[in-house]
């Protein structure tokens, strides 16, 4: 609900661990209770995006 703690989701759309889908569904989820929240999607990226080539992306996403 409203009174849970801010939340941050940080997604790469091609995640072999946990379905992007899923985490979208969980996203929309925590929307409709009124939880504060932050969704940052990272395309082009897996599970493991800090660790590949496209992860300056990450960096560009977080400071906008």
Do not use: C, W
Request: proline share 9%; hydrophobic share 40%.
């Amino acid at each position: 609900n409203r009174h849970s703690p801010p939340t941050i989701v940080i997604a790469g759309q091609h995640d072999h661990a946990v379905p992007y889908q899923s985490q979208v569904q969980f996203v929309d989820g925590l929307t409709k209770m009124g939880v504060p929240h932050e969704f940052i999607s990272i395309p082009f990226n897996d599970h493991f995006f800090v660790f590949r080539p496209g992860a300056h992306l990450m960096k560009d996403a977080l400071s906008d």
